[in-house]
């Protein structure tokens, strides 16, 4: 199933936040080096709750490999 012109468009100009590490802040777009991003997220607020996610997925990731391992 093909996407309509518009669709297509709207999907790539969707607003990205990130977290700079360096900074300790939130960005709109990829202003930042690399190094120093964590992203991308949806909303402001999930990109200032970055490290409490990636300490939640890496407990998620952590227990499933010990799951795996069983």
Known sequence: MKRKR???????????????T???S??????????YRIGPFSTREEAENAFEILKSRSKTW?????QDKS
């Open 22 to 24: 360096k900074t300790m």
């Open 26 to 35: 939130v960005e709109v777009g990829k202003q930042a080096l690399a190094l």
């Open 6 to 20: 518009s669709q297509q468009i709207s999907e790539e100009h969707k607003t990205e936040y990130w977290f700079n």
């Open 62 to 66: 952590s227990e499933e490999d010990e």
